[in-house]
T-cell receptor, first 115, second 114 residues
């Protein structure tokens, strides 16, 4: 069974600080996909990134970076030089090849960036 | 591309009433998903369709919930009769294929059953 754990329920930082959101997953599949979504206060869910299990290269997109480590079953998300607009709930999610299209979400991490 | 369109954005209804939530997926997306978000249970998959056919409805809470997709551009989620515990945000999402693309979510419908 697939499971995603985001142990950090809430994180509060001051603007310009770097912040890392943790995500640990469980799966028996060798082929799976990991996602991060952002849910700002307005409520919509915004897709940030997808990574498959065969690609452990870290990825950087502007101030965002993702660190995928199969050895520790983690897919952590770092925001560099955080801004107030980064305040949102961030969800990590997992999809297994054998489970079809089912996305299992973590509980989410509420990030608050204070000015 | 207009994105995934859900209606209504907000719905307040009395217990026992029928509620219908609507979704228009992105054109060309073969997969459509209904998710529910609550504080207690987080985001949970209710049902998903592939090419208008329901594939997995194991997340549908009970017989009061039903979902249909009569064509590629429209889906409904119906609750009858509604109960206060159904209060949640219901999201519709669509995807081009099963896994290789991230879902695109609609803005959600906030349902309040009083």
């Amino acid at each position: 069974a697939q499971k995603v754990t985001q142990a950090q329920t809430e994180i509060s930082v001051v603007e310009k600080e770097d912040v890392t959101l943790d995500c640990v997953y469980e799966t028996r599949d060798t082929t799976y996909y990991l996602f991060w979504y952002k849910q700002p206060p307005s409520g919509e869910l915004v897709f940030l990134i997808r990574r498959n299990s065969f690609d452990e290269q870290n990825e950087i997109s502007g101030r965002y970076s993702w660190n995928f480590q199969k050895s520790t079953s983690s897919f952590n998300f770092t925001i560099t030089a955080s801004q107030v607009v980064d305040s949102a709930v961030y969800f990590c999610a997992l999809s297994e090849e054998t489970s079809g299209s089912r996305l299992t979400f973590g509980e989410g991490t509420q990030l608050t960036v204070n000015p | 591309d207009a994105g995934v369109i859900q209606s209504p954005r907000h719905e307040v209804t009395e217990m026992g009433q029928e509620v219908t939530l609507r979704c228009k997926p992105i054109s060309g997306h073969d997969y459509l998903f209904w998710y529910r978000q609550t504080m207690m249970r987080g985001l949970e998959l209710l049902i998903y369709f592939n090419n208008n056919v329901p594939i997995d409805d194991s997340g549908m809470p009970e017989d009061r919930f039903s979902a249909k997709m009569p064509n590629a551009s429209f889906s409904t989620l119906k609750i009858q009769p509604s109960e206060p515990r159904d209060s949640a945000v219901y999201f519709c999402a669509s995807s081009r294929d099963s896994i290789n693309y991230g879902y695109t979510f609609g803005s959600g419908t906030r349902l309040t059953v009083v």
